[in-house]
């Protein structure tokens, strides 16, 4: 008999991002940031784990001001970044997204209210939605001085406002490498819209993003994957 470890550790590489039984994750409006992000003129690329990177991509996909998104694993190493090793939870892979904005139509701090409201749950640790292990960490993942300066106050900040009734417990993480996943996840909510998943998860995030950010929602989808 293989140790129960081994056998849990094999079941979450088989499930991967699993629809479950729950009702969608509710948003929550978070607050509009007091340290705005400070931030030269040009395109700005930025890391954000949230969980199942289907879902953070959705969203980002439809959000005014950026123009490129990539799903993939930040952290580990090269070898076993993939979605079936990275999904036993056992090799510090997060699934993330890595994107890129411009900041004279989305700012940092924007980008992390949206991400905040709509996307990840920050007072879970090693989870989101039905989604559970090490690999679904919610994670902020500066790539300047400047947008760690804004997310350590926003994090604080949201500590602060009462607007989760549990503890904020979602962490500012040194970039190491990202890596990007294999082709079948890039775009993977507009060339899968029946699947279960993201019927139940993906969408009402983005749903959500018109409700509660118009003026930041896109209607179309932003289509990067270079295979179609």
Known sequence: ?????????LAITLMGC??????????????????????????KKAVFAGGCFWCVEAVFSHTKGISA??????????????????????????EAVEIIYDPAVIRYDQVLQIFFSVVADPTLTDRQGPDIGPQYRAALVPLSPEQREVAAAYLAQMQASGKWANPIVTEIEDYIQFYPAEDYHQDYVVRNPSNPYVQVWSVPKVEALENLFPEFYRAEFLRDFAGE
């Open 1 to 9: 008999m293989k140790p129960l470890g081994l056998i849990a550790a």
């Open 69 to 94: 998104i990539v799903s993939g694993y930040h952290g580990g190493s090269a070898a076993t970044a993939t979605y079936a090793a990275s999904n036993t939870g056992l090799t510090g892979h997060a």
């Open 18 to 43: 699993q629809a479950g039984s729950a009702s969608a994750q509710k948003s929550v409006e978070a607050p509009a940031a007091n340290r705005v992000a400070d931030e030269d003129a040009g395109l």
